[in-house]
């Protein structure tokens, strides 16, 4: 059984090797991205909270996104393991994530690191287009990142598994594979 959380800057193309990686290892992927921008599809009152911060690329916050993660950690596919996509963003939500597996008894396998090089991070994002990929909202997330995100490397040292995500697709879900043997 494994529980991993995918860890990397905007763009680096965590949602991408999330789902190849889920399908591979028979975990849900669970996408925190994904969960607000359905929310903001389906009008709900959730995603009308999300819209303003990712429309700025700043972090939801935090006491909306826990809230949402737990919810979604209980239902019963999350109990055979999952993938965590782009949650925990900050210290504080990785503090309520190791409580809300801790009343589980259960702790991360690993925290899946994507490394990229700046460029080639806003070249993925402005290829891409999504209506938080302009240039402005980018460079904001990617600050975002480096102030919120990054001490998580720190946090999570003792199980950080670093990937070069550079490559094809399947070159990169290959290695953090291969990484990631022996662990689950
Ligand atoms: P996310 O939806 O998590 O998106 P992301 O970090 O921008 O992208 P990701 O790394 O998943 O890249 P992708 O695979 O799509 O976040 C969006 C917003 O939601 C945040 O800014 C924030 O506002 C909010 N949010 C989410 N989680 C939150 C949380 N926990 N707390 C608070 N707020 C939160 O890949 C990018 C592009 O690269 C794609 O076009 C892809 O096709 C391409 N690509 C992928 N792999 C490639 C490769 N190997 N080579 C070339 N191109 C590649």
């Given at each position: 059984?494994?529980?991993?959380?995918?860890?990397?800057?905007?763009?680096?193309?965590?949602?991408?090797?999330?789902?190849?990686?889920?399908?591979?290892?028979?975990?849900?992927h669970?996408?925190?991205?994904?969960?607000?921008?359905?929310?903001?599809?389906?009008?709900?009152?959730?995603?009308?909270?999300?819209?303003s911060?990712?429309?700025?690329?700043?972090?939801?916050?935090?006491?909306?996104?826990?809230?949402?993660?737990?919810?979604?950690?209980?239902?019963?596919?999350?109990?055979?393991?999952?993938?965590?996509?782009?949650?925990?963003?900050?210290?504080?939500?990785a503090?309520?994530?190791?409580?809300?597996?801790g009343?589980?008894?259960?702790?991360?396998?690993a925290?899946?690191?994507?490394?990229?090089?700046?460029?080639?991070l806003?070249?993925?994002?402005?290829?891409?287009?999504?209506?938080?990929?302009?240039?402005?909202?980018?460079?904001?997330?990617?600050?975002?990142?480096?102030?919120?995100?990054e001490?998580?490397?720190e946090?999570?040292?003792?199980?950080?598994?670093?990937?070069?995500?550079?490559?094809?697709?399947?070159?990169?879900?290959?290695r953090?594979?291969?990484?990631?043997?022996?662990?689950?």
């Open positions: 059984m494994v529980r991993l959380v995918l860890v990397g800057p905007p763009g680096a193309g965590k949602g991408t090797q999330a789902a190849v990686l889920s399908e591979r290892l028979d975990v849900p669970i996408s925190t991205g994904d969960l607000f921008r359905a929310n903001i599809g389906n009008e709900t009152p959730l995603g009308q909270k999300a819209q911060y990712m429309d700025a690329g700043e972090l939801v916050p935090d006491e909306v996104t826990n809230e949402m993660v737990r919810d979604r950690l209980a239902d019963s596919d999350a109990q055979k393991g999952f993938l965590l996509d782009g949650y925990p963003r900050n210290t504080a939500q503090e309520v994530l190791s409580e809300i597996l009343a589980n008894g259960v702790e991360l396998t925290v899946v690191q994507f490394d990229v090089p700046e460029e080639e806003v070249r993925r994002m402005l290829d891409r287009g999504r209506s938080d990929d302009t240039e402005d909202v980018i460079r904001r997330r990617l600050a975002v990142y480096r102030e919120e995100t001490p998580l490397l946090y999570y040292a003792d199980r950080i598994v670093k990937i070069d995500a550079m490559g094809t697709v399947e070159q990169i879900s290959d953090a594979q291969e990484a990631l043997r022996g662990r689950s």
